[in-house]
Structures are given as structure tokens and as C-alpha cells.
């Protein structure tokens, strides 16, 4: 999820798509990365006048990057192949990737659809894979966290959705902050709402004795069951990104 306060812009400068993010930081960088999109990270006071003058300068630099990644060559084991099965919300879907015009990932019928033009990398898909995900995860999320604070009383600050290796969430009682594993959402609501009061349950309980136990019993009875099942499982959506950074990506600083 977003952070309140940032602000994003997808701009064109030339011929290349640049996609902005405005935070608290210090420098200006400029990224390209393996799925042919340049991404710009600014200090909040930088206009859109410089990132453009900021970009064009260097889109040698670009062109270089972008050339040397598309020729390096993609672990294909991890990459999503069209036929694949993966769980979404508890169900089984089928992947099906397209070759067309625009790049697109939706949910329709039994299918996950990956839309992705004709000449990008096969990492596009699996990038649209994890994004399409996030956005489910991040709507469910929002519809149970209100409900959740005014149960429990208490405020996240923030909430993140991450790809975790081993956890299914953490949790900051000082900052109130929360991050939720994106492999949760292969499976049922049930779960998703498990391990956000989980994590909103450390507020209050740091460890998991007694008294983090008594807590749930009484916010959520039945997640004994849950955690149970959940603890025979495994977060794996982390091959995958992995998989992606592993592409590399060119960055400049300035």
C-alpha cells in the first residue's frame, strides 16, 4: 500500500515511459528496470520540468541498461508458464498468457489472464503476476482493517503488503506498523483476517505466551484451526520475486 503523503506520476519523456515516485529523501534516482520501464525517485520539491531534463540527459545511459538486461538470460524455471496453476483466494485458477497489444493481468472466470505485448520478456507476465495479487490483497485488506481497529481500539499507521521468504507478517508495537505477506492471498478471506488480527494482536501482546493467546481467544475464536494449517504451509511467491531482482537494473544517482 501507499504510503499517505507520496505521490506517483507516469509521464513520457520522448519515447520512453517513466513512472515517478515523490519521497522523503535526500537524492534523485533514476532506474531501469527488467520489465523495460524506467522508474524515477525524487525528493518531494523536484518538478516534473527537471525529472523530464533529468531523464533525457541520460537516455544513452537508458538505452544501454535496457539493451544489456533484455540479453541477459531469464532463469525460466521460475518464471510463470502459461498453463500453470496457482491458488488465489483459496480456489485454483489456470495462468493464460497472451500475446497482444498492451500489457494487462485480470481474474476471468477459472483463469488468471497475463496479457503482455509481443516482444517484452516473459518476466513481464510474471511481474503483472505479483502486482494483480498485491491489488486484490490490498482491497481486502482495506475492507477489514477499519473493522478491526474499532473491534481491538487501537490504529495501524501503516500498512504493507510484502514478499516475505518464511513469515506470514510482522508487526511494530512503538510504530504501529504492520506488514502482511503477499502469499496470503492464495488463500481463503479467513486466513487474510487471521493473520491481520495476528499481527494487530502484538500491539498489545509483544510475545506469543498467555497472554497473546488469551487475546485472540477472545477477539477470534476458531484461530487455533487457522493457525494451525497455516503453519503447515509456506510462503513460495518468493522464488518468483526473487527471480525478478535477481534480473538486475541499471541505476543512476544524482
Given amino acids: 500500500m501507499t504510503r499517505p503523503g507520496l ?9 520512453l515511459w517513466v513512472k515517478v515516485l515523490w519521497k522523503d529523501i535526500k537524492h534523485m534516482y533514476l532506474r531501469v528496470k527488467p520489465v523495460d520501464e524506467v522508474h524515477v525517485t525524487a525528493p518531494p520539491y523536484v518538478s516534473l520540468k527537471q525529472i523530464e531534463g533529468f531523464v533525457r540527459k541520460r537516455k544513452r545511459w537508458v538505452r544501454k541498461w535496457q539493451k544489456k538486461i533484455k540479453a541477459k ?4 524455471k521460475n518464471c510463470l508458464e502459461d498453463g500453470q496453476k496457482h491458488l488465489f483466494l483459496g480456489r485454483s485458477y489456470r495462468v493464460c498468457i497472451k500475446r497482444a497489444k498492451g500489457a494487462r493481468a485480470e481474474i476471468r472466470g477459472e483463469q488468471i489472464l497475463l496479457q503482455i505485448p509481443q516482444d517484452a520478456s516473459p518476466i513481464l507476465a510474471a511481474e503483472l503476476f505479483l502486482n494483480l495479487y498485491s491489488s486484490h490483497l490490498k ?3 482495506e475492507g ?3 473493522i478491526w481497529q474499532e473491534r481491538l481500539g487501537t490504529h ?4 504493507t503488503i510484502k514478499v516475505m521468504k518464511s513469515r506470514w507478517g510482522s508487526a511494530s ?3 504501529k506498523r504492520i506488514s502482511i505477506c503477499l502469499d496470503i492471498v492464495r488463500f481463503s478471506k479467513e486466513f487474510i483476517e487471521y493473520v491481520l488480527v495476528h499481527e494487530m494482536a502484538h500491539f498489545f501482546e ?3 505466551g498467555p497472554g497473546f493467546k488469551a487475546f485472540m481467544d477472545e477477539s477470534l475464536p476458531g484461530w487455533r484451526a487457522l493457525d494451525k494449517e497455516l503453519r503447515k504451509q509456506s510462503p513460495i511467491l518468493y522464488n518468483l520475486k526473487y527471480s525478478l531482482s535477481e534480473q538486475g537494473q541499471g541505476q543512476f544517482k544524482k
Fill in 73 to 76: 538470460p531469464f532463469p525460466l
Fill in 7 to 15: 505521490k506517483t506520476k507516469r509521464l513520457k519523456v520522448d519515447d
Fill in 139 to 141: 482491497k481486502i485488506l
Fill in 144 to 146: 477489514l482493517l477499519p
Fill in 173 to 175: 508495537a512503538r510504530t
Fill in 156 to 159: 495501524v499507521n501503516r500498512l
Fill in 206 to 208: 509483544r510475545n506469543h
